[in-house]
Nanobody, 123 residues
Framework: QVSPVESGGGLVQAGDSMRLTCVAS????????MAWFRQAPGKEREFVAA????????DYDDSVKGRFIISRDNDKNTVYLQMNSLNPEDTDVYYC????????????????WGQGTEVTVSS
């Protein structure tokens, strides 16, 4: 079991970059696939990016592909989301989540969730 905690959100302007950090306490972090989802008020939580337990598999939603980069440091129990060329449509609460080993694309595939960090991009 792991307990993700997100940080790094805030207010930026369109075109800026921001890095989100997720530290997941618990055992055997390296055996978990990690992912970022995001959710706007009144909308479904949607997939953003994921990285497999060995970091060999990485995938992104089309809306962020080429702009966002997910990475992990297993020695630090940490996963990052580097967000570049931000636009107002990226304004959401971003959640870090974990599931055993392989990447999933749906929120119901993930077992452990953080509380979220809010990202606001002004135009």
């Amino acid at each position: 079991q792991v307990s993700p905690v997100e940080s790094g959100g805030g207010l930026v302007q369109a075109g800026d970059s921001m890095r989100l950090t997720c530290v997941a306490s618990g055992h055997l972090f390296s055996t978990y696939a990690m992912a970022w989802f995001r959710q706007a008020p009144g909308k479904e939580r949607e997939f953003v990016a994921a990285i497999g337990w060995l970091a060999r598999n990485v995938d992104y939603d089309d809306s962020v592909k080429g702009r966002f980069i997910i990475s992990r440091d297993n020695d630090k129990n940490t996963v990052y989301l580097q967000m570049n060329s931000l636009n107002p449509e990226d304004t959401d609460v971003y959640y870090c989540t974990a599931r055993h080993r392989t990447i999933g694309y749906h929120k119901w595939e993930y077992n452990y969730w953080g509380q979220g960090t809010e990202v606001t991009v002004s135009s």
